[in-house]
């Protein structure tokens, strides 16, 4: 038998979406509609759910509305995380607006105009937010270059040369303020070109961005890009959708600002007018997910028949068990199939809701193995009283000698996950045969 190792990529076509995301999709396109410019919306959800799929939709959806000429919100699509060395983290955006502009645009001599004002608009972000600005200050007027916090205590150093520090703080403060009315005039003259091209009129046309990725950057990144969204960018005309797991990034936050006690959650509040959490998909949307992708993985078609009263399995038991993130889907899918491959002569006598449940907790939860690999019967038990609220999550842990972390609350709402079945007729392997198998196989003890 042979399986494919497919790469985890995001949906962009409806057809592709087999987790029902076009009803979530749909809900955001609505709210869109409605939001006066600017606005900041957030795409909330763990890594992995979807945030980029639903806002790859969006984007396809906004450019329909374009092409059939229904609405003008422009899409924009920033993967912002490739950008994390930037030492300004406007010119991301900035960029990707340039890029749009020579993409929609012909050539003429408006765009050359409106090129040179994107100029004007990129070099006073520059010099005003990078902290280039203050350090070519400092440096051009005292020899050494520092921060507008360092001042105060060098004073002695700074004292020779105050009259012309001044004159360029003053310079440096003008650009700053600038800034955001540098990017509204850019902005509203782009509109207005697209306005000629489309034949609408130029309240007509809003750019919507769409920033993909935040939660990877590092969390000085994060919340510069915040900032910058928050007090130079949010002009008329413009949309933001941050897609971002609002855990990592409310958690850097805390860290970045641990002297002040800076709550992440009030943090990010002030940043995103409305956010939308990607939901999670119903059983049958993840037993019909898992099965598309495993007959992806399986490109021979006599496999396929072959293993299909085990992919209907699987995909039941993702369902069930509440597994339904879709890159964690795809990963341990390919574990399984892995698994059949290794076990599958002479013959196929795995139960394989076992293996899947076993895949599951090796890959994701692996101390909760652990504790299965020492006393499979009576880990089923405990666990299951702990999904229910019969017992504690501070005594399980104790008694075992584990941390279960951030897994607390995924295992209550994965019950099923830990209910391993006992063989159903003499012969068959039992529940400390699968998870010896499963353990060999992932080396996980």
Known sequence: MRT???PDVPIVEDAADKLDLKKFVSSIHGALSDAAAPFVFGIFGDWGVGKTSAMRLLERKLEQDVTAGVAYNIPIWINIWKY???LDMVYPILFELKRDFEKRLPISEATTSLMKDFVRVAGASLFALADLGLRAVTKQAVGEAIKVKDIVYHYDLVAPAVGELEQRL???????????????????????????KFQVEPSCIRLVFLIDDLDRCLPDTVIDVLERIKNFLSVNRCVYFLAVNQHVVQQGIRNKFASVELDG???????????FHVPEPLPDAVSSFALGRLNELLPDEKDRSTLQPHLQNFGQILGACGF?????????????????????SPSYVWNTKNIVRLLIMAEYFPAVFQVFWANASGAKEELLALADGASTFPAFEAKHGISLGISRERIAGMRQ??????????GEPDIKAHIIAVAEFTRVR
């Open 170 to 196: 003053e310079a440096w403060a003008t650009q700053v303020t600038q800034l955001p009315q540098l990017y509204e005039e850019f902005v509203d003259t782009y509109a207005h070109q697209l306005a000629r």
């Open 265 to 275: 959650r009030e943090y990010l509040e002030k940043i995103v007018n409305y956010s």
């Open 84 to 86: 994390e060395n930037e």
């Open 417 to 426: 996950l830990f209910d391993l079945q006992a063989p159903f007729q003499p």
């Open 4 to 6: 494919l190792y497919l």
């Open 324 to 344: 339904s993130n879709p890159r964690k889907i795809t990963r341990i899918l390919n574990r399984y199939l892995a698994f059949v491959l290794r076990h599958s």
